[in-house]
């Protein structure tokens, strides 16, 4: 196998079911992993949900339901949420799991044996919907003279007993490992936030609450549960087997890539460090806070009534469609926007005019004119190898140095453009007008598209995944040839031109979307 690599999203907060925002996550995520499998790297891939906590509690308490109840339901449809997006996760965890309540303990007691964690009494700023903990200085005023958190949300004034861990201690063992490992948290927006708020010094954090009990119980301490923060960072490590130092854990902690949205910036890049830091647990390598979704131009939210269900986005265009638009119009780390006119225009233009329309009439017209036999290559032009070495340098050198830089919509314009350069190709050249005049020279041009299309469905799979497999298998290409590393074998479409495979009239990989009639 080769190099190991360990990527994880964000886990989800069930308490409602999932939204576009949960989607891009995902989505995001399952290309970067998919990219490194087809690099040749071991992947481990982890997602799930984080199901405990005051809101989960009070939002099963609302449905009439037990907290394990409504958190099985719950978690449920973000399962299936993955599953309908094509996530190739390896592992979906719930931190309902005995194995999370395990690892859980266990790092905590980590922590007080370092003498990290004391007993007090907590008084302060606490917003629900944040499952956090707010100092005076960072709460906003809304018009109406209400107190709320920096991200919108109400704020109590809570007051209860509580195990404190020492995150004070921490503020300059951070400050140090930023300033060593600068790729640590990226983009350098997110950095920079995050290296003022831990410059202006750390108070020491509340990390149990004895007013619910819906929660992984505190050892020593059952009438506390871990505050939820703990609790949910946690899995990163359970999901790999801590604290049983096992094959898996040896293999893929540290984590290489942690992906999650700005808003819980603060939670992975200072309060698990400095955990980890006092559990004697190495460091994740890299922590990426990606921008919001809005909806033409609105943050989602229930009170606005704009919170899309992504399976019905999926339902209306198409997973790999989804998937495409979300990757190629959001630069990734920024926000970005969508709405139906925007998905059906982008789409189409890319998908269905360009690749597609470029896989499309190349397959046909050899399915209808060569009886289905991929031409040799044949009768050389320079335009020919001069289309080539743009493809070739797109996807071997362009492409994975823009997803290796997380530059998602980098790496698919540098694909694009290929793409382009193949229709500029076809139109110039014409075989249609060389079928008659000179097949010779016509084979060759079939073939030198044909190359380019395979090494471009090969290029695109992280992004869409079943589309790219369908046109690959149209064309016969073998399963163990579609991977980065078969990008730089020039000997393949030889090989697979004499290898007898006759191609199928092609059914369209893309067709034309429509908006829906309800838009």
């Not at 906003?140 to 107190?147: L, P, R, T």
Request: charged share 25%; aromatic share 12%; hydrophobic share 40%.
């Amino acid at each position: 196998m080769g190099e190991p690599f360990y990527i994880t999203t964000a886990i989800s907060y069930p308490n409602g079911r999932p939204h576009i925002g949960h989607a891009y996550e995902a989505i995001a995520t399952d290309a970067i992993a998919r990219f490194q499998r087809l690099r040749g790297r071991d992947v481990f891939f982890l997602t799930g949900t984080d199901e405990h906590g005051l809101k989960m509690a009070q939002a099963a308490r609302e449905r009439g339901l037990a907290p394990a109840q409504f958190a099985e339901e719950m978690s449920s449809t973000f399962k299936a949420m993955d599953d309908a997006l094509n996530i190739s996760y390896d592992r979906f965890i719930r931190t309902t799991e005995p194995a999370h309540h395990k690892a859980s303990q266990a790092i905590w007691q980590a922590m007080a044996d370092r003498g990290d964690i004391y007993l007090g009494r907590y008084e302060g700023w606490y917003s629900v919907r944040d499952e956090a903990y707010y100092d005076e200085s960072e709460l906003v005023v809304a018009d109406s003279g209400e107190k709320l958190s920096p991200q919108g949300t109400p704020v109590d004034w809570t007051v209860e007993e509580s195990w404190f861990f020492r995150l004070s201690a921490y503020q300059e063992p951070l400050l140090a490992h930023y300033a060593a490992q600068p790729d640590f948290i990226r983009p350098e927006t997110r950095r920079n936030e995050v290296l003022r708020f831990v410059e202006g010094g750390l108070n020491d954090l509340s990390i149990s609450r004895a007013s619910f009990d819906w929660g992984v119980k505190v050892p020593g301490s059952p009438d506390h549960v871990m505050y939820v923060w703990l609790d949910a960072l946690t899995n990163y490590i359970t999901g790999v087997g801590y604290p049983d130092n096992t094959e898996t854990y040896r293999k893929f902690w540290p984590a290489d890539l942690h992906i999650i949205g700005k808003d819980v910036v603060r939670f992975h890049t200072v309060y698990w460090p400095a955990f980890l830091m006092s559990a004697g647990i190495p460091l994740p390598k890299r922590v990426f806070g990606h921008g919001f979704l809005l909806h033409r131009g609105e943050k989602m939210s229930k009170s606005l009534g704009n919170v899309v269900d992504p399976l019905e986005l999926v339902e209306a265009f198409g997973v790999d469609q989804l998937r495409y638009f979300l990757l190629r119009e959001v630069t990734f780390g920024q926000d970005g926007g969508y709405s139906a006119e925007a998905i059906v225009t982008k789409v189409n233009a890319d998908l269905a005019n360009s690749f597609g329309n470029l896989a499309q009439r190349t397959l046909s017209f050899i399915a209808k004119n060569c009886d289905g036999v991929l031409p040799p290559e044949g009768k050389g032009d320079p335009a020919d190898a001069e289309l080539l070495a743009l493809v070739r340098k797109a996807v071997r050198e362009e492409v994975p140095a823009q997803f290796e830089a997380l530059a998602l919509s980098f790496g698919i314009e540098a694909w694009l453009r290929a793409v382009f350069a193949c229709n500029q190709y076809i139109d110039a050249q014409a075989p249609w007008a060389l079928r008659k005049t000179d097949p010779e020279r016509m084979a060759a041009v079939l073939a030198t598209l044909c190359e380019a299309i395979v090494d471009l469905a090969i290029a695109i799979q992280p992004v869409i995944p079943a589309s790219a497999a369908k046109l690959l298998d149209q064309l016969g290409v073998p399963a163990d040839e579609r991977d980065w590393p078969a990008l730089a074998d020039e000997g393949r479409y030889a090989r697979l031109a004499a290898s007898g495979f006759t191609l199928a009239p092609p059914s369209p990989i893309f067709p034309r979307l429509e908006l829906p009639a309800d838009t």
